[in-house]
C-alpha cells in the first residue's frame, strides 16, 4: 500500500513546454479555437486520460470474471455444501 506521502493532489501546475508542443497548445486555445485557455486544453486531456484509464480497469476485471467463469464448475449446492456453509458461517 502506497504512503499518504506518494498520494500528492496537484492543484496547480506550471509547465515549461519544448516549441512544438506549445505551438500545439497555442493552435488549440484562444478565440474561435476549441479551448479558451491553455489551462481548459489540459483538464481535458487529463479527464480523457482518466477516463481511458477506468476503462481499461474495467475491461481488466470484466476479463478476470470471464476467465473464472471459464475456469471453475459452478455446479448446484447440495444439501451437504450448505451444510458446510452454515457451519462455517457459525
Known sequence: ???????????????????PLALHVGEMTGKGALYETPSEFIRDL??????????RERGDVHALLARSLRENDYEPWTGDDLAD?????T
Open 46 to 55: 487529463v479527464r480523457r486520460h482518466m477516463e481511458r484509464h477506468l476503462e
Open 85 to 89: 456453509a452454515r457451519k462455517a458461517a
Open 1 to 19: 500500500m502506497k504512503e499518504d506521502r506518494d498520494n500528492k493532489m496537484v492543484r496547480r501546475l506550471n509547465a515549461t513546454l519544448p516549441d
